[in-house]
């Protein structure tokens, strides 16, 4: 399994970029959420990974965050749901917004992603609830990435979304991820 990938950015076409891995070429699908935080083309770039084997294919998913590649797993968890409609949910909208029309049910939300019919995304919402970590039920808005990555890392961690919430009230709003889940786990471990 390819966990994640380093290299140079050599092309981007979009959804996909061709990332040099000491002279071996990879294709790497991202979401568009992904696509546009890559810098220029010739400079280093790391992405965490999700390799897919199929009978006709292997493919290679990227993303620039845990948080991505987490609800990326979640979404192809779903029946009916593959990789590239796991790709244009993420693309449609960031994990923070992703976490909180989770927690919200808002079907409306989901039925503008391209590709994504009433009946597919109740679906989404239904099977989703409780499995990407819910801001909103917890009590908590997450107000950027950054905490939709800290809240991600507590709930990976084994702590409710109860306790991951409250923790995460406790800090800062500017706090950047990896001090924050320090702060975090200090909190959680009084």
């Known amino acids: 399994m390819i966990g994640k990938i380093s290299g140079t950015l050599l092309e981007k076409n979009p959804p996909q970029v061709l ?3 000491h002279g071996v070429g990879y294709e790497v699908d991202v979401p568009m959420s992904t696509f546009y ?3 220029d083309i010739g400079k280093p770039i790391s992405l965490l990974t999700h390799f897919v084997v199929r009978e006709d294919a292997q493919l290679l998913y990227g993303f620039a965050t845990a948080a ?3 609800a990326f797993r979640q979404l192809i968890k779903i029946s ?3 990789p ?3 790709l244009a949910v993420l693309s449609g909208m960031g994990v923070t917004d992703l ?3 989770v927690a919200s049910q808002d079907t409306a939300r989901i039925v503008k992603v391209p590709g994504i019919g009433k009946k597919t995304a109740e679906r989404l919402l239904l099977e989703l609830k409780g499995k990407l970590g ?3 039920a917890t009590g908590v808005s997450l107000a950027n990435d950054q905490q939709g990555d800290i809240l991600q890392a507590l709930l990976a961690l084994g702590y ?3 306790d991951a919430g409250a923790a995460l009230k406790a800090m800062p709003q500017d706090i950047g991820v990896s001090d924050g889940i320090k702060m975090a786990l200090k909190a959680l471990a009084k």
Do not use: F
Request: net charge negative; aromatic share 0%; with cysteine.
């Open 80 to 82: 009916g749901v593959g």
């Open 99 to 101: 976490i909180n029309t």
């Open 160 to 162: 409710s979304d109860k």
């Open 37 to 39: 935080n890559l810098g």
């Open 68 to 70: 991505e590649r987490h």
């Open 134 to 136: 819910d801001g909103v």
């Open 84 to 86: 590239r409609m796991a």
């Open 19 to 21: 990332v040099d891995c």
